[in-house]
């Protein structure tokens, strides 16, 4: 909480972005953006869990959240301003301009999934955000229940939610959903949306 | 089997489900039961042959808890192996209230997303609604006027002493204090009148808004409050009497369930649970948002890390937010309840019969919502079970792209199979109470 | 052993104590109204209210109500008090399965009536969609007033009700999902109705 994120003004993101490629700054090896106040690594997936080891180490004692994020959709409902979910399709923006819209530093290129993990040091009471793409093709990430054994239902959770699965994660299924769910919901393209509500007579059907 | 002969309704979950001893890895019951945490894992690879090699005797099975069942709080759902009435593997089973909210976050405008969350954690609300606006404000940029901020540290504060009364009616009850139930409700039901007369609605107020607040406190507000504290410590004190030091009570909860510090760090458990281990965490004072540096107050922690050192934090917890309100009442100051800014919060109700551009920007915010600038963001609050967060991401539209909460119950949860292993059925009840999971918050 | 006087003699007249008349039916009515033993279903925000209508403020005691019971088999009224999800409802239909006849349910919250504000992929839209309903009562939470009135209304429908049969064979709850657009793909993909355990 290094500025105060309330005098922050609405385009600060943009500027954050632009700013960084000038001085790339480093942490356990990652580059490292600045979002409102508050710091956020993004390592590459192979890196992912050696710069996690190294955050644990260097006293990021909890892993306060892990969460998934489906990208797929992106920017596309700020273009076309509506209620309803788009219909999905690639998005058709270019990397440069998803890299600045996702606040991604340079050198990172933006994938459809990203797997978001809050950690929480309380020594100093600092927060630190790991932000790793996940490609579509692949939606693995290495467990990190061996570095915060509370990552367990967390994982899961992602596992069930987005179906990124989490090798070597000793009991990889889902938390939620019921066993017999097909897709993953929170998924863009997961396609079961709206049940329309069904009015109906009484159920006894011969009235009270 | 249905009433009428066709197969009943199957609750099969898969793997899920508790597999039979014989079927389990040492080291999956190991750390099941936690000792993995203590141990290393070859240190555990090594237990596997003589753990493997106990065959799985007659007194074993496997018993199932819930989703219905009076004191798992809800519906969670236990699968315990028992040898006798000692609980030797746990695994919760959750699920069973499993709403979609973050996908309906994600379908709501900011304006509207105060509604959806605050019905996660029903039994503290306003903190959900406190923590997306934290959130979002953030994201915005926009600072909150003071009076904005005082008030929601105020209905905070209540909300955690009728989280708190909740919870001893609650574990009274579990705990067979049935008398317990009646006198909880009975002061808790007084909160709410407050919240009924400033909110309009006794849960899910929806009261705490992007920008600010929904609207002022009401005439008279402070005097109920005010009443409302004197009420409260003498029935605190009879619940002292009443439980505090009765030898049943003692024994029923002293020394069960323990849990230490490292285990709790391990496990990612937030709140009472740690702060019963000693361990003095609490964001009001470790990291502090609204105006918590500003008021003075006490982090009560505990010793054991047992369920008799989180009933009596919780209780002394009630106490030290009778303090904060009390400051609270105090230092209030005067002003606007919500910013001034035509993007964020609708006008004042008097200037839309005056003024057409008012009604416009009224009739705009509800209808399209503001535009949140592209980003995320994430915001923690110390609910009265843990650290709450919300993780919010906005690709520039209206709508928050993900939204995100990161529920102290659900990660609270994990600490059972822990705290009860080795305990007793009747003990079990015990754990499960004093880990005080709302299962809407839970499953989300 | 004829004694002086008695039924035998005098007809009614000969009577030293009073008596009513009435139906049957509606004795059996007045107990089965006075009576309702309720069974837990709290699931979500609504429970605490029903909870609440059961403690000292609002006393469900005044109606011979308060005797929530853990175990279906003790009770005649399923109170389903919050939202009901794709993975609780069959668990829902088992305890309803389990109570015995008569039984009534009382649908709390619109979340139970109709999915409410969460109209999405993980709730029962409505849980006449498992169980036949009784009696809904509306709002998000119902206070307790509500479910009291609800109750109340309930207990007129007993009263006035027939006594005997309820709803016909293959009626009641023999609800079916219907597959919509947009509803494939994802979800249980099942062409089957989601939840039905009676035909
Ligand atoms: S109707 Fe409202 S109060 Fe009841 S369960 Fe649904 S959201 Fe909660």
């Known amino acids: ?73 992106f920017g596309e409902r700020s273009s076309a301003e509506g209620s309803e979910r788009p219909i999905v399709s690639p998005t058709a923006i270019p990397v440069d301009e998803l890299r600045r819209r996702r606040s991604l530093p340079e050198g990172i290129t933006p994938d459809r999934f990203e797997v978001v993990i809050n950690l929480l040091r309380f020594a100093d009471s600092s927060r630190l955000r790991v932000r790793v793409q996940v490609p579509a093709d692949d939606p693995t990430f290495p467990t990190v229940t061996d570095l915060w054994f509370g990552a367990d239902a967390m994982e899961r959770e992602v596992f069930d939610l987005f179906g990124i699965e989490f090798t070597d994660h000793p009991d990889l299924s889902r938390i939620l959903m019921p066993e017999d769910w097909v897709g993953h919901p929170l998924r863009k393209d997961f396609n079961s949306g709206r049940i329309p509500v069904q009015f109906k007579g009484d159920p006894s059907g011969e009235g009270s | 089997m249905g009433a009428d002969g066709s197969p009943a309704a199957q609750t099969f979950e898969g793997r899920q489900e508790m597999t039979s001893a014989a079927l389990t890895s040492a080291v999956a019951k190991l750390r099941e039961s936690g000792a993995v945490m203590r141990m290393t894992e070859e240190a555990s690879q090594q237990v596997q042959e003589t753990f493997d090699g106990d065959p799985t005797g007659d007194e074993r099975m496997i018993m199932n808890m819930g989703p219905q069942h009076p004191s798992t709080h809800g519906v969670l759902r236990l699968m315990l192996e028992l040898e006798g009435e000692t609980v030797l593997r ?81 574990n009274g009850m579990d705990l067979g204090a049935v008398s317990m139930m009646l006198y909880g409700w009975r002061e808790r039901e007084e909160v709410l009148r407050f919240f009924e007369m400033v909110t309009g609605l006794r849960m899910n107020h929806n009261y705490i808004r992007c920008g600010g607040v929904a609207a002022d406190l009401p005439d008279g507000w402070r005097d109920h409050v005010l009443r409302l504290l004197d009420m409260i410590p003498p029935r605190l004190d009879e619940y002292d009497t009443l439980m505090t030091g009765q030898p049943i009570w003692r024994d029923r909860l002293q020394g069960v369930g323990a849990i230490t510090a490292e285990e709790c760090v391990a ?145 609270n949860l994990q600490s059972l199979p822990h705290m009860m292993h080795g305990g007793l059925i009747a003990d079990g009840v015990a754990v499960i109470s004093s880990v005080d999971p709302i299962m809407g918050e839970v499953d989300r | 052993m004829a004694k002086e006087g008695g039924l035998l003699d005098e007809g009614l007249e000969g009577l030293n104590h009073n008596f009513l ?168 993909g099942l062409e089957q109705p989601v939840l039905l355990s009676r035909s």
Request: glycine content about 8%; aromatic content about 8%.
């Open chain 1, 1 to 73: 909480m290094a500025d105060d994120p309330a005098t922050a003004v609405a385009d600060d993101a943009r500027e954050d972005a632009h700013e960084q490629p000038a001085e790339p700054e480093l942490l356990y090896g990652a580059p490292v953006t600045w979002m409102r106040g508050q710091q956020v690594i993004h390592p590459s997936r192979a890196d992912a869990k050696a710069v996690l080891k190294s955050a644990r180490d260097d006293g990021f004692l909890m892993c306060i959240d892990i969460a998934g994020v489906d990208y797929l959709t």
């Open chain 2, 90 to 170: 746990v695994k919760p089973v959750i699920g069973y209230l499993h709403t979609g909210m973050e996908w309906t976050g994600e379908e709501l405008t900011y304006l509207q997303g105060p509604t959806n969350v605050t019905r996660m954690d029903y039994a503290s609300p306003i903190f959900n609604e406190l923590v997306f606006c934290l959130t979002v404000e953030k994201l915005l940029g926009v600072e909150v006027p003071e009076r904005a901020t005082w008030i929601r540290m105020l209905m905070a504060e209540l909300n955690r002493m009728a989280s708190h009364l909740l919870f001893m009616a609650t």
């Open chain 2, 267 to 411: 496990l990612g458990v937030t709140g009472p649970i740690l702060r019963s281990t000693g361990y003095a965490w609490d964001l009001r004072r470790d990291d502090p948002y609204l105006a918590y540096d500003e008021v003075d107050f006490d982090v009560v922690v505990g010793t054991y890390g047992d369920c008799f050192d989180r009933y009596a934090i919780r209780l002394n917890e009630i106490r030290e937010s009778i303090r904060i309100v009390r400051q609270v009442l105090d230092k209030m100051p005067k002003g606007d309840y919500r910013v001034q800014d035509r993007k964020v919060t609708p006008p004042p109700r008097a200037r839309i019969d005056e003024s057409m551009e008012a009604l416009i920007h009224h009739f705009k915010i509800f209808t399209e919502g503001f535009k949140v600038p592209e980003g995320e963001a994430y915001c923690a609050v110390e609910s009265p079970r843990g650290e709450l967060g919300c993780y919010i991401v906005s690709d520039g539209s209206s709508h928050p792209y993900r939204m995100h909460i990161r529920a102290p119950s659900f990660v």
């Open chain 3, 21 to 188: 008349t009435g139906q049957l039916e509606n004795l059996i009515k007045w107990a089965r109204y006075r009576s309702v033993f309720p069974a837990t279903f709290g699931l979500a925000c609504c429970a605490i209210e029903m909870m609440a209508a059961g403690g000292p403020h609002y006393d469900l005691a005044r109606f011979g109500m308060e005797v929530f019971r853990a175990s279906p088999r003790q009770a005649d009224l399923m109170i389903v008090a919050g939202r009901v999800s794709q993975k609780m409802a069959p668990v829902l239909r088992q305890i309803y399965d389990q109570m015995v006849e008569p039984k009534w349910v009382i649908s709390m919250g619109v979340c139970a009536s109709s999915g409410g504000m969460f109209n999405n992929y993980a709730l029962v839209q409505g849980v006449d969609q498992v169980v036949p309903v009784d009696v809904y009562a509306p709002g998000c939470p119902p206070g307790p007033e509500t479910l009291m009135h609800a109750i109340m209304t309930l207990h007129e429908k007993i009263k006035d009700g027939e006594l005997t049969k309820r709803r016909g064979a293959g009626k009641g709850a023999g609800l079916v999902i219907e597959q919509r657009d947009g509803q494939t793909g994802g979800g249980r």
